[in-house]
């Protein structure tokens, strides 16, 4: 490719010939025009010489050999071909030809340049002399003498001299033309030379602009046209700079906000691509990072693909809740459109908001609400029934109403235990009762329960021990404790059988903690209500629980007085041979 100075040379060569080339074609044909008029008005005045010369001699009637004599003297001074033409034609005189020649040529009558003199007194003509075979130009006038035409003198002269010249004057141009070129050729690299440093230097930064160092800066400081470039390059660096720092700065903080997210976000574009799915989204759902996967090969339900077409389709925002069965999760999806790349339909984005506790806690509490009305309601019922059954007549007999009394006393009785756990269960749900923490000697509370439920123990009997295993001492809630391990000591004695044992332990256990266990060798739980014992109402022998009295609010009490004191309680059971409950004090609660 040519570099910039050579373009300027070129450029400078073709005008210096453009200029040539018009000179030569505006005034090549005017010079060769102006040199052929000159040589016609010469021989023009050597022809009418000429006919003066042989005028007088052929009107006297001189002919032949002494005219042509006379012609060829004439001739010689004037140093063209001179040819007399008689009236008739014949040619009558040559300077180039004599004797034989002379009579042998042809009539000249019809020549344009003779027949133009004759009729209109001067005539020229260019053409091929057919009688010396070359390019001549010839001119003639009538030979007159005494009012009378003898006929025509003519003066021919070759073109070979004016062709010459047109070659001498083309010649002279083409020098002038190379002297043109060599003075432009110089002159550009004179002109170009204090260019090309500076446009190098220019070239070489944009293309390191291009290459992405957009920290280069041109050192060109020129107040011409490339110290301009050079600035506006610079600046334009400059800009492009602060807008991808800008960009990038943006896309931090998009990234720290989508990864600060508890919500998981997934953005697809048109053609359902993951472009984006956060830090949330991947743990959530155990992704490996899907980018730039099809959504279909990372998220396989279907109910959430329906989503992100309809959103894809219509554009519009679609919110659905959507259970991911593989996770056993819950989760509000919400999408809607976001616009993609110019001249490219729009993506969709979905949050994934994890909604499974919510829900469950929305389901605890209607079926707490529900349980509650229905435990209520038994007893109420079957006091409206002995109510009624006095109202009847039962009241007149004695026994009977005594008996029904007694029911109607147990039921109140049910009534107020379970209205007095209820309570207990809200206050401690609602953490009104903050636990009061001291150092507690576990198997003295273990001793003091356990001689509280002596007399109950031996009324059924079953056998109620204590065992130290020699706990620590730790710091926790001692009401709470006595609390729980009432409860627990209840329950054993309500479950086991007579002619049962319960040992309450008392152990040390990991890292400090005391563990006061409670077993029993009585029925024990099957394994699949183990889970769930500890939920409000719930019993693993509903008709058994109430006939003893039980609400099955006991063990849920027990649960939130052991956390809300920083312990827990778990539960091991071997069916038909007993259950352990442990309660797990630690050192000091966190
Ligand atoms: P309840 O008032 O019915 O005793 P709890 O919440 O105290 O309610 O206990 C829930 C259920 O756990 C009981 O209904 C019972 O089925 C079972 N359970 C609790 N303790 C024992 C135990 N020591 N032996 C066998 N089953 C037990």
Redesign the pocket.
Known sequence: MLGLRGRMALTALAAALGALVAVLLLLGPELHERALDQTRATLLAEARLMARVVAEPMARGVDGDALDALVDGAAREIRARATIVARDGRVVGDSALSGPELLAIDNHGTRPEVVEALERGVGTSVRTSTTVSRNLLYTAVPITHGGGTLGVARVALSMDGIEHEKAALERALLAAAALAFAIAAALTALLSAPLVGPLREIMAKAREFAAGHLDARIEVDRRDELGELARILNLSSERLRERLDENARDRARTDAILSAMEDGVLAVDARGVVVVANRALQEGLGLEDPTGRHYLEVIRQPEVGAVIEHVLRSGERRQEEVVLQRLGLVFALSGVAFPGPAGQAPGAVLTFHDVTERRRVDRIRRDFVANASHELRTPLTSIRGFVEALEDGAVDEPATAARFLGKIRTHADRMATLVEDLLELSRLESGQQAPQLETVPCAEVTEDVVASFAALAARKPVALACEDGGAPLVVTDGDRLRRILE?LVD??L??TPEGGHVVVRTRPGADGAAVVEVE?D????PAEHLPR?FERF????KAR?RELG???????IVKHLAEGMGASVAVSSDPGRG?RFAVTLPARPR
Not at 550 to 556: I, Q
């Open positions: 409860a329950n054993a309500k479950y029993d009585g029925p024990g739980i014992i719930y019993r693993v022998d629980s039980g609400t099955g609010l006991g063990l849920s259950s």
